[in-house]
């Protein structure tokens, strides 16, 4: 700005913006009711211009009908003639002539330009609300800033993979403080004055273009950037400028700063298919966001203007000048002294260790892609698909089932899968095997398993239901029906027991006696009114878990419980939208329906946490907070299962051979159990 030549209204009109934006601030802070006060003015003045406008158009229909009488009798007379004047006017004499020009008074051009003025803000206000309601509200903001978005391509009915924005979030009390100012320096240096538009930027973009003949560009906010990441393609279209600049005033309306800052540095674009700061920083410097130095920090936030121009990796030294000049930008803001830039350029490059591996989503893709065409009938084009899968969870489930395999490769086992379910059902993690490029099986929602001892649980709260009690006696004795004759794992009997010790310990015997005693009929209605649509075997066999399904129907019905006994539906798409920020889809929250009720749920979880500290899943135990869960084999050991719940999420973890052969003694108190301990404790930790 400097350099350019002067301009007598280019001061005026940074006041008059900076006074815009004045008043803005003042407008957000008021309140909602301030905010419908103005609204209320706003339509009285309408109304008052709208009377006005009636007024006048009654003024000239009078004007009209005067000058038609004027006309009848110089026509018929030749003469004018007033009411009340006794003499007549001279004749006039028509005669053709071209019209002259009139020149209108500066009171009236004032007038003119005044109503124009306010028949324009009526017909933008009118739009800006339009706008302001249909584009994305607060709490479709806060999940796609942290959604793992699939970039789709529908073309009839075939889906094709685009992209994938699969960012590992990190917050930024984790990251060093001269991180999100380094982009703060050469990105926005106003960030904490504006309230999403920067005038002085706009009014700088704008007088670039003018006076030395560039593209209009440039000028965009952190909030700006951070919509147009979130929402719109690259389009320069006018009407995605208007959209994004409203929608980046809404996020200032409804976020903090600091808030703001979060979703842009955990979703900023920094090439190759990376998106975030923490996949960014593995990426480019094997290291954690948490661990970057002073000058690789300068490298990610130089890096956004142009990933591809100044990727760190294809283009060193361009990258290390750009990377000088937001030290130099830091140090002009106060950010650091000239002796830390120094120090920054002198120390350099610190590569770490770590290696960045892409999120594995493969198997979960493949799952939502036909309800995506559902969803998507009657649409073609690109799309941004909001889904529930969480890119650090589903990282650690599949690293630690393939880490896991290897341990018990030797124990004649080649296949396992992990999922983990939010407490309203949302798929935070799909693992449906161990590489989805040698099997595209997807054993968390195609293979058909035994859940074994896994589904006693729902055998022991129906009877729970039916006033049994934890200190209810049972006999855990031989028992035989129609020839065939159960064995509880360790072939011993412990004669009377209680139903909790019963449980804890999954004993056979024990388990069919009470199917015995409420009834192989209402122990299928129970299972039918917790979800379970599948059709389970009408003997006595259903008490060790006979019968087949899917992980994803077992793990829906412990979801249930971690859900204190209100229904749960597995969803994996959170909305979508097109590329010009249309809302396409968004998914509805359903009424909650309680399927179990509060004293039963109580008492089956008591029983759940006991199994996992004292009883068959101690191999799950870790840390302080109860942890709830069940395991299973099936006969021959041909499935190992555990399932289990935390007050945030439950996970099911599966362990066996696709052609259904036998592994070497697995239990689902063994690997099973172990796995799902290492998988939680990284997904629960800080």
């Known amino acids: 700005m400097d350099n350019l030549p002067p301009h007598p209204q280019i001061k005026e009109i940074l006041e008059q913006l900076e006074g815009m934006q004045h008043r803005f601030l003042q407008w957000r802070q008021s309140g ?7 609204q209320k003015d706003v339509q009285d003045l309408f109304t008052r211009i709208e009377h006005t406008q009636n007024n006048q158009t009654h003024f000239q229909e009078q004007w009209q009908e005067a000058l038609i ?3 009848e009798q110089v026509e018929t007379t030749g003469q004018v003639i007033f009411e009340g004047s006794p003499t007549p006017i001279s004749p006039v004499v028509v005669t053709p002539s071209l019209p002259k020009k009139r020149h209108l008074s500066g009171c009236m051009v004032i007038f003119l330009s005044l109503v124009m003025v306010i028949l324009g803000l009526h017909e933008g206000y009118k739009k800006f609300l339009e706008l302001w309601d249909a584009l994305p509200n607060q709490e479709q903001i806060e999940v796609t800033s942290q ?8 073309n009839k009915e075939t889906i094709e993979e685009l992209a994938v924005v699969n960012a590992v979030h990190v917050s930024l009390d984790h990251l060093p403080p001269y ?3 380094a982009f703060i320096a050469i990105e926005d240096q106003r960030f904490y004055e504006h309230s999403g538009l920067d005038p002085m930027g706009m009014v700088s973009s704008l007088v670039r273009a003018l006076w030395q003949g560039r593209r209009l560009g440039g000028g965009s906010t952190i909030s700006q950037q951070t919509v147009k990441n979130l929402f719109f393609s690259s389009s320069r279209s006018l009407m995605r400028k208007l959209k994004e600049s409203i929608l980046s005033l809404k996020l200032e309306y409804y976020f903090t700063k600091k808030e703001i800052l979060y979703m842009y540095l955990n979703n900023a674009y920094f090439g190759d298919n990376i998106y975030g700061i923490e996949a960014a920083s593995l990426n480019y410097f094997a290291k954690h966001a948490s661990d970057l130095n002073l000058l690789e920090s300068a490298l990610l936030a130089g890096a956004v203007k142009g990933p591809n121009y100044y990727n760190p990796q294809k283009h060193p030294d361009r990258s290390q000048m750009r990377a000088r000049l937001v030290l130099e930008k830091m140090e002009e803001q106060g950010f650091i002294t000239p002796q830390r830039k120094e120090k920054a350029l002198k120390i350099g490059i610190e590569k770490g260790q770590l290696t960045w591996q892409p999120i594995q989503h493969h198997y979960f893709r493949d799952w939502i892609i036909p309800e995506l065409v559902g969803i998507l009938k009657g649409y073609e084009g690109h799309f941004r698909v909001m889904t529930t899968l969480d890119s650090k969870i589903q990282h650690e489930a599949h690293t630690t089932l393939v880490g896991q395999l290897r341990k018990a490769k030797s124990r004649q086992v080649t296949q396992g899968a992990i999922l983990t379910l939010a407490r309203d059902g949302a798929v935070l993690a799909m693992q449906g095997g161990v590489d989805f490029s040698e099997s595209q099986l997807n054993r968390c929602t195609q293979s058909i398993r035994s859940p074994g001892s896994t589904l006693k649980t729902f055998l022991y709260l129906t009877a729970l239901e039916k006033g049994m009690t934890k200190n209810t006696i049972l006999d855990d004795s031989p028992v035989e029906i129609d020839e065939w004759m159960p064995n509880n794992f360790d072939n011993e009997y412990l004669g009377e027991i209680s139903l909790e010790q019963a449980f804890i310990q999954s004993r056979n015997t024990v388990a ?12 299928q209605e129970r299972l039918r009114r917790l979800g379970l649509e599948r059709q389970m075997p009408a003997n006595f066999t259903l ?10 129907e077992l793990a829906t019905l412990y979801a249930t419980l971690a859900n204190e006994g209100f229904m749960v539906t597995p969803y994996a798409i959170r909305g979508i939208l097109d590329m010009q920020g249309e809302l396409i889809y968004w998914r509805d929250v359903p009424e909650p329906k309680r399927l179990v009720e509060e004293k039963s749920i109580k008492q089956i979880k008591e029983l759940l946490e006991k199994v996992v500290r004292s009883g068959t899943g101690r191999r799950a135990l870790f840390g302080k907070k109860p942890i709830y869960g069940k395991t299973g084999t099936s006969q021959g050991f041909r499935d190992a299962w555990f399932v289990g719940f935390t007050n945030r999420v439950t996970t099911a973890v599966w362990l066996g051979n696709d052609d259904n052969s036998p592994m070497d003694a697995i239990t689902g108190g063994s690997f099973p159990a172990a796995i799902w301990r290492t998988f939680m404790e990284k997904i629960t930790s800080p």
Not at 32 to 38: G, T, Y
Not at 147 to 154: E, F, S, V, Y
Not at 546 to 552: K, S
């Open 32 to 38: 909602q009711d301030e905010i419908l006060a103005i």
């Open 69 to 71: 009488r004027l006309r």
């Open 147 to 154: 959604a793992h978005q699939l970039m789709i391509n529908k």
């Open 179 to 181: 991180l999100p100012q």
């Open 512 to 523: 069919v006696k009470v199917l015995q005693e409420i009834g192989i009929e209402a122990y």
């Open 543 to 552: 008490a060790l878990g006979t019968g087949d399904m899917t992980m994803l």
